[in-house]
Protein backbone atom coordinates (compact mmCIF):
# COMPACT_ATOMS: atom_id res chain seq x y z
CA UNK A 1 0.00 0.00 0.00
CA UNK A 2 1.45 4.09 -0.97
CA UNK A 3 1.80 6.52 1.05
CA UNK A 4 -0.91 9.32 -0.14
CA UNK A 5 0.20 13.02 0.13
CA UNK A 6 -2.49 16.09 0.43
CA UNK A 7 -2.72 19.48 0.74
CA UNK A 8 -1.85 18.68 4.74
CA UNK A 9 1.01 16.53 3.99
CA UNK A 10 1.78 12.77 3.99
CA UNK A 11 -0.59 10.55 5.08
CA UNK A 12 0.11 7.17 6.99
CA UNK A 13 -2.29 4.53 6.43
CA UNK A 14 -3.24 2.14 8.54
CA UNK A 15 -0.85 -0.98 9.49
CA UNK A 16 -1.12 -3.46 11.88
CA UNK A 17 0.62 -3.39 15.22
CA UNK A 18 3.52 -5.56 15.16
CA UNK A 19 5.84 -6.04 18.06
CA UNK A 20 9.84 -6.93 17.99
CA UNK A 21 9.78 -10.78 19.46
CA UNK A 22 10.07 -11.55 22.60
CA UNK A 23 12.54 -13.75 22.23
CA UNK A 24 13.86 -16.90 24.66
CA UNK A 25 16.92 -14.91 25.58
CA UNK A 26 15.40 -12.32 27.44
CA UNK A 27 13.35 -14.28 29.46
CA UNK A 28 15.65 -14.21 32.50
CA UNK A 29 15.86 -10.58 32.29
CA UNK A 30 11.99 -9.61 31.27
CA UNK A 31 8.95 -9.45 33.17
CA UNK A 32 5.44 -10.73 31.99
CA UNK A 33 2.98 -7.59 33.06
CA UNK A 34 -0.75 -8.63 33.14
CA UNK A 35 -3.47 -7.99 34.87
CA UNK A 36 -7.63 -6.85 34.36
CA UNK A 37 -9.36 -10.11 36.47
CA UNK A 38 -9.68 -10.08 40.25
CA UNK A 39 -6.69 -10.69 42.77
CA UNK A 40 -7.38 -13.95 43.42
CA UNK A 41 -7.06 -15.49 39.65
CA UNK A 42 -3.96 -12.95 39.11
CA UNK A 43 -1.88 -14.91 41.97
CA UNK A 44 -2.62 -17.84 40.40
CA UNK A 45 -2.13 -17.04 37.02
CA UNK A 46 1.31 -15.02 37.94
CA UNK A 47 2.23 -18.41 39.61
CA UNK A 48 1.51 -20.58 36.88
CA UNK A 49 3.39 -18.08 34.57
CA UNK A 50 6.39 -18.73 37.41
CA UNK A 51 6.29 -22.24 37.12
CA UNK A 52 6.84 -22.03 33.11
CA UNK A 53 10.10 -20.33 34.14
CA UNK A 54 8.89 -16.80 33.38
CA UNK A 55 8.97 -13.55 35.34
CA UNK A 56 5.88 -12.53 35.94
CA UNK A 57 4.11 -9.25 37.67
CA UNK A 58 0.67 -8.17 38.24
CA UNK A 59 -0.27 -4.27 37.20
CA UNK A 60 -2.40 -3.00 40.29
CA UNK A 61 -6.12 -2.43 40.14
CA UNK A 62 -6.72 0.72 37.53
CA UNK A 63 -7.99 3.20 39.85
CA UNK A 64 -9.96 6.75 38.89
CA UNK A 65 -6.65 8.01 37.79
CA UNK A 66 -5.96 5.13 35.19
CA UNK A 67 -9.31 6.37 33.86
CA UNK A 68 -8.36 9.82 33.18
CA UNK A 69 -5.10 8.87 31.81
CA UNK A 70 -6.88 6.26 29.49
CA UNK A 71 -9.07 9.10 27.94
CA UNK A 72 -5.95 11.76 27.42
CA UNK A 73 -3.78 9.35 26.13
CA UNK A 74 -5.48 7.40 23.75
CA UNK A 75 -9.48 7.72 22.20
CA UNK A 76 -11.48 9.73 24.35
CA UNK A 77 -14.61 8.01 23.08
CA UNK A 78 -13.74 4.87 23.67
CA UNK A 79 -15.66 2.89 26.25
CA UNK A 80 -14.77 2.81 30.12
CA UNK A 81 -13.08 -0.99 30.59
CA UNK A 82 -10.37 0.72 27.51
CA UNK A 83 -9.91 3.43 29.63
CA UNK A 84 -9.23 1.79 32.68
CA UNK A 85 -6.51 -0.53 30.97
CA UNK A 86 -5.17 1.50 28.83
CA UNK A 87 -4.36 3.90 31.46
CA UNK A 88 -3.50 1.51 33.84
CA UNK A 89 -0.80 -0.03 31.96
CA UNK A 90 0.53 3.65 30.73
CA UNK A 91 1.05 4.69 34.42
CA UNK A 92 2.39 1.73 35.51
CA UNK A 93 5.17 2.23 32.51
CA UNK A 94 5.67 6.07 33.44
CA UNK A 95 6.07 5.55 37.15
CA UNK A 96 8.85 2.89 36.23
CA UNK A 97 10.24 5.16 33.47
CA UNK A 98 10.38 8.21 35.39
CA UNK A 99 12.44 5.81 37.96
CA UNK A 100 14.85 4.39 35.27
CA UNK A 101 14.48 5.68 31.78
CA UNK A 102 12.36 4.43 28.40
CA UNK A 103 14.80 2.59 26.88
CA UNK A 104 14.94 0.51 30.46
CA UNK A 105 11.30 0.39 30.55
CA UNK A 106 11.01 -1.08 26.68
CA UNK A 107 13.77 -3.99 27.23
CA UNK A 108 12.25 -4.57 31.09
CA UNK A 109 8.63 -5.29 30.88
CA UNK A 110 6.38 -6.34 28.01
CA UNK A 111 2.58 -6.86 28.35
CA UNK A 112 0.42 -9.97 27.81
CA UNK A 113 -3.40 -8.82 27.17
CA UNK A 114 -6.67 -10.69 25.75
CA UNK A 115 -7.56 -9.99 22.16
CA UNK A 116 -10.37 -11.04 20.02
CA UNK A 117 -11.97 -9.88 16.86
CA UNK A 118 -14.91 -9.30 18.92
CA UNK A 119 -18.33 -8.01 18.10
CA UNK A 120 -17.57 -5.05 20.23
CA UNK A 121 -14.34 -2.38 20.45
CA UNK A 122 -12.74 -5.15 22.20
CA UNK A 123 -11.07 -6.11 19.17
CA UNK A 124 -9.54 -2.59 18.77
CA UNK A 125 -7.96 -2.67 22.33
CA UNK A 126 -4.42 -2.87 20.77
CA UNK A 127 -4.83 -0.12 18.73
CA UNK A 128 -5.94 2.07 22.05
CA UNK A 129 -2.80 1.02 23.66
CA UNK A 130 -0.80 1.46 20.91
CA UNK A 131 -1.95 5.12 20.73
CA UNK A 132 -1.46 5.68 24.23
CA UNK A 133 2.03 4.15 24.33
CA UNK A 134 2.95 6.13 21.25
CA UNK A 135 1.41 9.43 22.88
CA UNK A 136 2.99 8.94 26.66
CA UNK A 137 6.73 8.35 24.44
CA UNK A 138 6.86 4.70 24.94
CA UNK A 139 6.26 3.73 21.32
CA UNK A 140 8.90 0.70 21.24
CA UNK A 141 7.32 -1.06 24.13
CA UNK A 142 6.14 -4.63 23.42
CA UNK A 143 2.54 -5.73 24.19
CA UNK A 144 1.09 -9.31 22.88
CA UNK A 145 -2.19 -9.88 22.60
CA UNK A 146 -3.42 -13.41 23.48
CA UNK A 147 -6.17 -14.84 21.09
CA UNK A 148 -8.94 -16.78 22.91
CA UNK A 149 -9.50 -19.22 19.68
CA UNK A 150 -5.38 -20.00 19.38
CA UNK A 151 -3.16 -22.11 22.08
CA UNK A 152 -0.05 -21.56 20.09
CA UNK A 153 1.30 -18.38 19.26
CA UNK A 154 4.84 -18.91 18.82
CA UNK A 155 4.76 -17.08 15.77
CA UNK A 156 3.35 -13.64 16.86
CA UNK A 157 5.26 -13.34 20.34
CA UNK A 158 8.68 -15.10 19.67
CA UNK A 159 9.22 -17.79 21.66
CA UNK A 160 10.38 -15.83 24.88
CA UNK A 161 6.46 -16.45 25.72
CA UNK A 162 5.99 -20.22 25.67
CA UNK A 163 2.54 -21.09 26.69
CA UNK A 164 3.33 -24.68 26.11
CA UNK A 165 0.10 -26.70 26.74
CA UNK A 166 1.64 -27.41 30.52
CA UNK A 167 1.04 -23.68 31.24
CA UNK A 168 -2.23 -23.46 29.19
CA UNK A 169 -3.80 -26.45 31.64
CA UNK A 170 -2.45 -24.52 34.85
CA UNK A 171 -4.17 -21.67 33.49
CA UNK A 172 -7.46 -23.33 33.07
CA UNK A 173 -7.12 -24.91 36.47
CA UNK A 174 -5.98 -21.54 38.20
CA UNK A 175 -9.77 -20.32 37.42
CA UNK A 176 -11.59 -23.65 38.03
CA UNK A 177 -10.12 -23.28 41.42
CA UNK A 178 -9.97 -19.28 41.88
CA UNK A 179 -13.61 -19.44 41.34
CA UNK A 180 -14.63 -22.02 43.78
CA UNK A 181 -12.33 -19.85 46.13
CA UNK A 182 -14.30 -17.01 45.66
CA UNK A 183 -18.10 -18.23 45.75
CA UNK A 184 -17.47 -19.61 49.04
CA UNK A 185 -15.64 -16.37 50.09
CA UNK A 186 -19.16 -14.50 49.06
CA UNK A 187 -21.49 -16.69 50.63
CA UNK A 188 -19.79 -16.50 53.87
CA UNK A 189 -18.39 -12.90 54.65
CA UNK A 190 -21.91 -11.39 54.89
CA UNK A 191 -22.77 -13.57 57.53
CA UNK A 192 -19.02 -14.36 59.44
CA UNK A 193 -19.66 -13.48 63.11
CA UNK A 194 -16.27 -12.32 63.85
CA UNK A 195 -15.42 -9.73 60.86
CA UNK A 196 -12.22 -10.11 59.05
CA UNK A 197 -12.17 -13.99 59.49
CA UNK A 198 -13.35 -14.45 55.81
CA UNK A 199 -10.70 -12.56 54.25
CA UNK A 200 -7.94 -13.70 56.33
CA UNK A 201 -9.45 -17.38 54.98
CA UNK A 202 -9.40 -16.60 51.52
CA UNK A 203 -6.20 -14.99 51.52
CA UNK A 204 -4.56 -18.02 53.61
CA UNK A 205 -6.35 -20.22 50.90
CA UNK A 206 -4.72 -18.06 47.50
CA UNK A 207 -1.05 -18.41 49.27
CA UNK A 208 -1.97 -22.07 49.71
CA UNK A 209 -2.79 -22.33 45.94
CA UNK A 210 -0.14 -20.42 44.66
CA UNK A 211 2.59 -22.82 46.30
CA UNK A 212 1.08 -25.37 45.22
CA UNK A 213 0.75 -24.39 41.36
CA UNK A 214 4.07 -23.21 41.52
CA UNK A 215 5.51 -26.54 42.89
CA UNK A 216 3.45 -28.63 40.63
CA UNK A 217 5.21 -31.83 39.02
CA UNK A 218 6.39 -30.89 36.15
CA UNK A 219 5.24 -33.13 32.41
CA UNK A 220 5.63 -32.91 28.84
CA UNK A 221 2.52 -32.25 26.66
CA UNK A 222 1.03 -35.68 26.63
CA UNK A 223 1.83 -36.62 30.10
CA UNK A 224 0.32 -33.08 31.52
CA UNK A 225 -3.04 -33.54 29.92
CA UNK A 226 -3.13 -36.99 31.55
CA UNK A 227 -1.72 -35.81 34.76
CA UNK A 228 -4.03 -32.86 35.44
CA UNK A 229 -6.89 -35.38 34.43
CA UNK A 230 -6.24 -37.39 36.86
CA UNK A 231 -4.18 -36.43 39.69
CA UNK A 232 -5.39 -36.02 43.19
CA UNK A 233 -3.26 -33.26 43.56
CA UNK A 234 -5.32 -30.45 43.50
CA UNK A 235 -8.43 -32.31 45.13
CA UNK A 236 -6.51 -32.28 48.10
CA UNK A 237 -5.34 -28.98 47.73
CA UNK A 238 -8.86 -27.92 47.88
CA UNK A 239 -10.10 -29.79 50.54
CA UNK A 240 -7.52 -28.02 53.24
CA UNK A 241 -9.17 -24.62 51.88
CA UNK A 242 -12.33 -25.70 52.71
CA UNK A 243 -10.60 -26.10 55.99
CA UNK A 244 -9.42 -22.85 56.65
CA UNK A 245 -13.26 -21.86 56.24
CA UNK A 246 -14.26 -24.51 58.15
CA UNK A 247 -13.62 -22.41 61.57
CA UNK A 248 -15.26 -19.50 60.84
CA UNK A 249 -18.45 -19.14 62.86
CA UNK A 250 -21.55 -17.42 60.79
CA UNK A 251 -24.89 -16.32 61.20
CA UNK A 252 -27.21 -17.21 58.57
CA UNK A 253 -30.46 -15.91 60.30
CA UNK A 254 -29.43 -12.89 59.02
CA UNK A 255 -31.63 -11.74 56.28
CA UNK A 256 -30.00 -10.68 53.17
CA UNK A 257 -30.92 -10.40 49.24
CA UNK A 258 -28.76 -12.17 47.05
CA UNK A 259 -27.66 -9.58 43.77
CA UNK A 260 -25.90 -11.99 40.73
CA UNK A 261 -23.43 -10.08 39.06
CA UNK A 262 -24.19 -10.86 35.05
CA UNK A 263 -22.77 -8.03 32.42
CA UNK A 264 -19.37 -7.13 30.26
CA UNK A 265 -16.61 -9.64 30.74
CA UNK A 266 -14.08 -6.86 32.58
CA UNK A 267 -16.93 -5.05 34.77
CA UNK A 268 -18.50 -8.41 36.27
CA UNK A 269 -14.81 -9.65 37.02
CA UNK A 270 -12.58 -6.94 38.68
CA UNK A 271 -13.04 -5.73 41.82
CA UNK A 272 -12.17 -1.62 42.52
CA UNK A 273 -13.10 1.74 40.88
CA UNK A 274 -13.84 0.13 37.41
CA UNK A 275 -17.27 -1.00 38.46
CA UNK A 276 -17.77 1.54 41.58
CA UNK A 277 -16.43 -1.28 43.53
CA UNK A 278 -19.64 -2.65 43.03
CA UNK A 279 -18.94 -6.26 44.86
CA UNK A 280 -18.24 -4.68 48.16
CA UNK A 281 -20.70 -2.41 47.71
CA UNK A 282 -23.58 -4.46 48.17
CA UNK A 283 -22.47 -6.32 50.65
CA UNK A 284 -22.02 -2.54 52.63
CA UNK A 285 -25.90 -2.08 51.69
CA UNK A 286 -26.61 -5.54 53.62
CA UNK A 287 -26.77 -8.16 50.31
CA UNK A 288 -24.96 -11.53 49.39
CA UNK A 289 -23.29 -11.18 45.97
CA UNK A 290 -23.36 -14.29 43.81
CA UNK A 291 -20.26 -13.51 41.62
CA UNK A 292 -19.33 -14.01 37.74
CA UNK A 293 -17.81 -17.38 37.59
CA UNK A 294 -14.45 -16.96 34.54
CA UNK A 295 -15.60 -20.67 34.75
CA UNK A 296 -19.07 -20.21 33.29
CA UNK A 297 -17.05 -17.38 30.40
CA UNK A 298 -15.41 -20.18 29.64
CA UNK A 299 -18.14 -22.91 29.03
CA UNK A 300 -19.69 -20.23 26.93
CA UNK A 301 -17.23 -19.76 24.67
CA UNK A 302 -16.52 -23.84 23.92
CA UNK A 303 -20.74 -23.60 23.45
CA UNK A 304 -20.35 -21.08 21.03
CA UNK A 305 -17.72 -22.46 19.31
CA UNK A 306 -19.82 -25.60 19.05
CA UNK A 307 -22.33 -24.17 17.24
CA UNK A 308 -21.11 -23.65 14.27
CA UNK A 309 -20.32 -27.84 13.60
CA UNK A 310 -24.34 -27.72 15.27
CA UNK A 311 -24.77 -25.59 11.77
CA UNK A 312 -22.82 -27.71 9.73
CA UNK A 313 -23.50 -31.54 11.25
CA UNK A 314 -24.46 -32.82 7.68
CA UNK A 315 -23.48 -30.60 4.85
CA UNK A 316 -19.49 -30.18 6.14
CA UNK A 317 -17.82 -33.64 6.12
CA UNK A 318 -16.39 -34.45 9.57
CA UNK A 319 -18.63 -31.63 11.54
CA UNK A 320 -20.69 -34.16 13.32
CA UNK A 321 -17.04 -35.88 14.07
CA UNK A 322 -15.80 -32.38 15.71
CA UNK A 323 -18.89 -31.66 16.99
CA UNK A 324 -19.01 -34.90 18.97
CA UNK A 325 -15.31 -34.68 20.09
CA UNK A 326 -16.23 -31.23 21.12
CA UNK A 327 -18.84 -32.08 23.51
CA UNK A 328 -17.17 -34.61 24.80
CA UNK A 329 -13.91 -32.36 26.10
CA UNK A 330 -17.00 -29.22 27.37
CA UNK A 331 -18.30 -32.65 29.72
CA UNK A 332 -14.69 -33.31 30.70
CA UNK A 333 -14.49 -29.44 31.04
CA UNK A 334 -17.51 -29.49 33.67
CA UNK A 335 -16.54 -32.89 35.49
CA UNK A 336 -13.25 -31.07 36.02
CA UNK A 337 -14.92 -28.72 37.96
CA UNK A 338 -17.41 -30.44 39.48
CA UNK A 339 -14.45 -32.90 41.01
CA UNK A 340 -12.80 -30.17 42.52
CA UNK A 341 -16.16 -28.61 43.94
CA UNK A 342 -16.72 -31.78 45.71
CA UNK A 343 -13.90 -31.58 47.15
CA UNK A 344 -14.98 -28.26 48.58
CA UNK A 345 -17.83 -30.11 50.32
CA UNK A 346 -20.09 -29.08 47.24
CA UNK A 347 -20.44 -25.29 48.84
CA UNK A 348 -19.56 -23.63 46.08
CA UNK A 349 -22.18 -22.78 43.29
CA UNK A 350 -22.83 -25.19 40.61
CA UNK A 351 -21.82 -24.21 36.84
CA UNK A 352 -25.32 -23.73 34.83
CA UNK A 353 -25.58 -25.94 31.51
CA UNK A 354 -25.12 -23.88 28.90
CA UNK A 355 -27.82 -25.66 26.69
CA UNK A 356 -30.57 -24.84 29.26
CA UNK A 357 -29.11 -21.27 29.75
CA UNK A 358 -29.50 -21.36 25.45
CA UNK A 359 -32.84 -22.80 25.82
CA UNK A 360 -34.15 -20.13 28.25
CA UNK A 361 -32.55 -17.82 25.82
CA UNK A 362 -33.62 -18.52 23.00
CA UNK A 363 -37.56 -16.54 22.69
CA UNK A 364 -35.47 -13.39 23.47
CA UNK A 365 -31.60 -13.41 21.67
CA UNK A 366 -31.00 -15.32 18.63
CA UNK A 367 -27.73 -18.09 20.25
CA UNK A 368 -25.66 -17.22 17.00
CA UNK A 369 -25.56 -13.54 17.93
CA UNK A 370 -22.29 -13.36 19.92
CA UNK A 371 -20.30 -10.28 21.67
CA UNK A 372 -19.88 -9.87 25.22
CA UNK A 373 -22.06 -12.68 26.64
CA UNK A 374 -24.56 -12.83 24.27
CA UNK A 375 -27.98 -14.67 25.18
CA UNK A 376 -26.31 -16.48 27.90
CA UNK A 377 -26.59 -13.05 29.75
CA UNK A 378 -30.74 -13.49 29.19
CA UNK A 379 -30.33 -17.32 29.80
CA UNK A 380 -28.58 -16.36 32.79
CA UNK A 381 -31.40 -14.17 34.26
CA UNK A 382 -33.76 -16.17 33.86
CA UNK A 383 -32.47 -19.02 35.30
CA UNK A 384 -31.48 -17.50 38.51
CA UNK A 385 -34.88 -16.41 38.53
CA UNK A 386 -36.81 -19.33 37.80
CA UNK A 387 -34.56 -21.53 40.06
CA UNK A 388 -34.56 -19.37 42.86
CA UNK A 389 -30.81 -18.57 43.16
CA UNK A 390 -30.96 -14.85 43.32
CA UNK A 391 -33.39 -12.01 44.33
CA UNK A 392 -32.17 -9.43 41.78
CA UNK A 393 -30.00 -9.71 38.71
CA UNK A 394 -27.22 -6.72 38.36
CA UNK A 395 -25.87 -6.58 34.90
CA UNK A 396 -23.03 -3.86 34.40
CA UNK A 397 -22.59 -2.53 30.88
CA UNK A 398 -19.85 -0.13 29.61
CA UNK A 399 -21.07 2.98 28.50
CA UNK A 400 -22.97 2.57 24.81
CA UNK A 401 -21.45 -0.94 25.13
CA UNK A 402 -22.48 -2.51 21.62
CA UNK A 403 -23.30 -6.51 22.84
CA UNK A 404 -25.20 -5.00 26.16
CA UNK A 405 -27.01 -2.82 24.18
CA UNK A 406 -28.58 -5.78 22.76
CA UNK A 407 -28.86 -8.07 25.72
CA UNK A 408 -30.51 -5.05 27.86
CA UNK A 409 -32.84 -4.36 24.91
CA UNK A 410 -33.76 -8.13 24.98
CA UNK A 411 -34.32 -7.81 28.55
CA UNK A 412 -36.93 -5.32 28.60
CA UNK A 413 -39.08 -8.70 26.95
CA UNK A 414 -38.09 -11.10 29.18
CA UNK A 415 -38.80 -8.61 31.85
CA UNK A 416 -42.90 -8.32 29.99
CA UNK A 417 -42.30 -12.37 30.33
CA UNK A 418 -41.60 -12.04 33.93
CA UNK A 419 -42.59 -9.38 35.53
CA UNK A 420 -41.58 -10.29 38.92
CA UNK A 421 -37.70 -10.58 37.97
CA UNK A 422 -35.88 -7.87 39.65
CA UNK A 423 -33.29 -6.23 36.85
CA UNK A 424 -30.80 -3.49 37.39
CA UNK A 425 -28.89 -2.72 34.53
CA UNK A 426 -25.94 -0.47 35.13
CA UNK A 427 -24.53 1.22 32.36
CA UNK A 428 -20.61 2.30 33.63
CA UNK A 429 -18.92 5.03 32.84
CA UNK A 430 -16.36 5.33 35.52
CA UNK A 431 -16.79 8.98 36.98
CA UNK A 432 -20.94 8.64 37.56
CA UNK A 433 -20.68 6.64 40.10
CA UNK A 434 -23.04 8.36 42.45
CA UNK A 435 -26.19 7.63 39.38
CA UNK A 436 -25.31 4.29 39.14
CA UNK A 437 -25.28 3.09 42.97
CA UNK A 438 -28.55 5.19 43.25
CA UNK A 439 -30.27 3.03 40.69
CA UNK A 440 -29.30 -0.17 41.96
CA UNK A 441 -30.09 0.63 45.02
CA UNK A 442 -33.94 1.42 44.23
CA UNK A 443 -34.28 -2.22 43.24
CA UNK A 444 -31.81 -3.59 45.83
CA UNK A 445 -34.52 -2.13 47.99
CA UNK A 446 -37.64 -3.99 46.68
CA UNK A 447 -34.90 -7.17 46.78
CA UNK A 448 -34.60 -6.71 50.59
CA UNK A 449 -38.49 -6.74 50.63
CA UNK A 450 -38.39 -10.03 48.89
CA UNK A 451 -35.75 -11.79 50.85
CA UNK A 452 -37.43 -10.73 54.30
CA UNK A 453 -40.63 -11.69 52.84
CA UNK A 454 -39.06 -14.98 51.78
CA UNK A 455 -37.75 -15.27 55.24
CA UNK A 456 -41.07 -14.90 56.91
CA UNK A 457 -43.26 -17.26 54.62
CA UNK A 458 -40.19 -19.97 55.48
CA UNK A 459 -40.80 -19.94 58.95
CA UNK A 460 -44.41 -19.93 58.91
CA UNK A 461 -44.31 -22.84 56.94
CA UNK A 462 -41.57 -23.84 59.27
CA UNK A 463 -43.84 -24.12 62.50
CA UNK A 464 -40.99 -22.31 64.38
CA UNK A 465 -40.51 -19.24 66.28
CA UNK A 466 -37.16 -16.99 64.95
CA UNK A 467 -35.93 -17.93 68.58
CA UNK A 468 -36.62 -21.77 68.06
CA UNK A 469 -34.69 -21.98 65.27
CA UNK A 470 -32.02 -19.56 67.09
CA UNK A 471 -32.20 -22.14 69.95
CA UNK A 472 -31.90 -25.36 67.46
CA UNK A 473 -28.78 -24.21 65.93
CA UNK A 474 -27.30 -23.52 69.35
CA UNK A 475 -27.84 -27.21 70.11
CA UNK A 476 -26.15 -28.25 66.88
CA UNK A 477 -23.41 -25.66 66.49
CA UNK A 478 -21.93 -27.62 63.40
CA UNK A 479 -24.46 -25.74 61.79
CA UNK A 480 -23.50 -22.53 62.72
CA UNK A 481 -20.33 -23.30 60.51
CA UNK A 482 -18.92 -21.95 57.30
CA UNK A 483 -18.62 -25.03 55.83
CA UNK A 484 -22.36 -26.74 56.98
CA UNK A 485 -23.98 -26.88 53.82
CA UNK A 486 -27.43 -25.86 53.68
CA UNK A 487 -29.37 -27.37 51.01
CA UNK A 488 -31.23 -24.55 48.53
CA UNK A 489 -34.62 -25.65 49.60
CA UNK A 490 -36.73 -23.57 47.18
CA UNK A 491 -35.32 -20.04 48.52
CA UNK A 492 -32.93 -17.46 47.10
CA UNK A 493 -31.81 -16.95 50.37
CA UNK A 494 -30.23 -18.43 52.93
CA UNK A 495 -31.73 -17.28 55.73
CA UNK A 496 -35.01 -18.51 54.48
CA UNK A 497 -33.42 -21.86 53.23
CA UNK A 498 -31.74 -22.47 56.85
CA UNK A 499 -34.97 -22.13 58.37
CA UNK A 500 -36.36 -24.81 56.00
CA UNK A 501 -34.18 -27.12 56.98
CA UNK A 502 -34.31 -26.72 60.45
CA UNK A 503 -37.92 -27.24 60.05
CA UNK A 504 -37.09 -30.50 58.44
CA UNK A 505 -34.44 -31.72 60.82
CA UNK A 506 -36.90 -30.64 63.88
CA UNK A 507 -39.83 -32.63 63.26
Known sequence: MTTATTERGAISHYRTYKPRPFTRAERDSVTILFGGLHWRVERILQAVLESGGNKAEILPVATKDDLLTGRETADIGQCCPTSFT????????????????????????????????????FGQYHQSYELALRNSGLDAFRMFLLAQDQLDQKAAMGDGLDLNLPVTLGCLWAIFCTDLVQDLEYQVRPYEVVPGQTEAAVKESIELLYQAFRDRPRHGPSRSVLW??????????????????????????RVKPTVKITGEFYLQTVEGDPNYNIHR??????????????????????????????????????????????????????????RLRRAMGDLPRELPHQ?????????????????????????????????????????????????????????????????????????????????????????????????QHEFDEALAAS??????????????????????????LGCAGQAANLVRHVGQRAK
Open 228 to 253: FLSTGYFVRIMKRIRANFDGIEVDRL
Open 281 to 338: WLEAEGAEVYPAGITVWMDYLLRLGLQRFEDYAGIERGARLKLGLGRAVQAVYRATFH
Open 355 to 451: LELRRLAAPYFHSRLDGGEGDMLVGKAIWAHQKKKAHMICELSPYSCMPNTMSVGAMAGVIGKYPDLLYAPLEIKGDAEVHALSRCQMILTEAKKRA
Open 86 to 121: TGNLVNFLKKEAKATSPEDVNNKFVYLTAGSCGACR
Open 463 to 488: GLTLEQVRGYLDAHPEMKRATYRVPH
